[in-house]
């Protein structure tokens, strides 16, 4: 539903829409950040609501991440989940909070060298050599 809600009004802000949102989605709130980008889910107030919109990204991709890469075998619901992962933080690129694109990337880059450090490969044991 959240990445229903910012997909809507990236395109309402980019004029691609043939109908209106709700006012309660495109009014911003007195003190709202209104940079490009930074509008999404105008519901928040000032930048720290742009800040708590997009942590809350970062940790659902971060998510979406886990149970596509550690609990799915299907090729289907792996390109499914990779798909969504990607429209999370390709939302999460365009609301420009660096510490929340910063996060997931250095998430994303540890849980990567756990799972390869389990590994029968001695090559990809990066972090805990057996």
């Given at each position: 539903m959240t990445t229903l809600v910012s997909l809507l009004q990236i395109a309402h802000w980019a004029g691609r829409l043939p109908f209106n949102l709700p006012p309660v989605l495109v009014?911003?709130?007195?003190?709202?950040?209104?940079?490009?980008?930074?509008?999404?889910?105008a519901l928040f107030v000032g930048n720290s609501g742009t800040h708590v919109w997009s942590a809350m990204l970062a940790i659902q991709a971060i998510c979406v991440w886990i149970?596509?890469?550690t609990m799915t075998r299907s090729v289907l619901w792996r390109l499914a989940g990779f798909?969504?992962?990607?429209?999370?933080?390709?939302?999460?690129?365009?609301?420009?909070?660096?510490?929340?694109i910063l996060g997931l990337a250095i998430t994303i880059v540890f849980l990567s060298l756990l799972r390869a450090s389990r590994s029968?490969?001695?090559?990809?044991?990066l972090i805990v050599p057996h």
């Open positions: 009014t911003f709130k007195e003190g709202a950040n209104q940079e490009p980008g930074r509008e999404i889910f149970v596509t890469t798909s969504y992962f990607l429209v999370l933080s390709l939302i999460l690129v365009r609301t420009s909070v660096r510490n929340s029968r490969y001695v090559s990809t044991r």
